[in-house]
């Protein structure tokens, strides 16, 4: 297998589009790595990133939406980025089926650049080389089962907000993208550069939750029954305190068994796992806040409902195959 290039400085970045790409997967990292530029010149620096919007052919390139995107770069095998990041079609078949040429070109470079993403729906790209064989890999949630079908060799994880396979990334959908390119600029640049691009940005460095496409607060917003959903918000604030099923069911009025069906219908899960994921959601929050890292464990389990810091820990590995302590060494850790 090839080694990848090692990138020079600045880093060449290629971001790939094609007809119906979707605007803001191309626009969300393209200001990323813009920010990055402005605030590393602010200090007197280099920037760091070279971006070039690429395609099949040099010229206009219609998005999902209105706005077009002018590739000022046609892909090729003799002028390689340093990392190279395909964006997601809201029509995937469609799109894999025209743009032959894009699968092509991954095959032929997929183990060579540095970095090589694939952002929603684009890691049907990947998919179809077989460079995700065996690894693990993410998508936007509403394709993620059917690129399992179609791809059985992947390990398909449609929970995560993005995952690295070697050299190999993929994203969930749309804004997910920024979540991405600000994991390449901390490793890049340092955590308080890409902090520095998140503020600017109003968007989290670290979101919440384990990196997770469904947060607590997501299902709550989706809920329709009245009753049901301001007991999840009521949840959500009170998430410190002991929270037996039995009296959640009479603070919305609604026989114990009747409430789990009702909750589960309109959740997904069970109110047990919600109020589960919601403690984890908060304790990862607390963990990747630089003003909290002197607060222990046990003070952490306490404020999120964890009857104790083994239980924290257990909730932790089950979830996330790491422990609490780790977990925050790895926020607040560089590169």
Wanted: glycine share 6%; net charge neutral; proline share 4%.
């Amino acid at each position: 297998m090839p080694t990848p290039i090692q990138p020079q400085w600045p880093r060449k970045v290629d971001i790939i589009i094609y007809p119906g790409f979707k605007a803001l997967e191309a626009i969300g990292p393209m200001s990323v790595f813009e920010y990055a530029n402005i605030h590393l010149q602010k200090k007197g620096k280099p920037a760091a990133y070279d971006v070039k919007i690429a395609s099949v052919q040099v010229g206009s390139v219609r998005s999902d939406t209105l706005m077009s995107l002018d590739a000022s770069k046609a892909l090729s095998t003799l002028a390689l980025p340093d990392d190279a990041i395909i964006v997601g079609s809201r029509h995937i078949r469609e799109a894999l089926q025209v743009n032959t040429a894009i699968s092509d070109w991954v095959a032929d470079v997929g183990h060579k650049v540095h970095r090589l993403a694939a952002l929603c729906s684009g890691a049907f790209f990947l998919a179809r080389t077989g460079l995700l064989d065996g690894q693990h890999a993410t998508t936007h949630w509403s394709v993620a089962e059917q690129l399992q079908k179609e791809f059985p060799s992947v390990i398909v994880d449609a929970d995560a907000i993005f995952i690295r396979a070697g050299n190999l990334w993929t994203s969930a959908g749309v804004t997910a993208g920024i979540d991405l390119a600000l994991a390449f600029v901390e490793a890049d640049c340092g955590h308080d550069l890409a902090l520095e691009v998140a503020s600017d940005l109003v968007v989290y460095l670290k979101r919440p939750g384990g990196q997770s496409q469904f947060s607590t607060h997501l299902l709550s917003q989706k809920t329709t029954q009245t009753n049901i959903r301001q007991l999840q918000e009521w949840i959500l604030a009170h998430l410190h305190q002991r929270l037996p099923v039995a009296q959640l069911a009479d603070m919305a009025g609604m026989s114990l068994r009747n409430f789990t069906r009702q909750f589960h219908l309109e959740a997904g899960v069970t109110t047990s796992e919600f109020i589960t994921s919601a403690r984890m959601e908060l304790a990862c929050q607390l963990l990747s806040d630089k003003t909290e890292q002197r607060v222990s464990m046990k003070q952490i389990a306490a404020r999120c409902g964890f009857g104790s810091g083994d239980q924290l820990r257990r909730v932790f590995q089950q979830r996330l195959q790491m422990s609490p302590s780790d977990y925050r060494q790895r926020l607040h850790s560089t590169g």
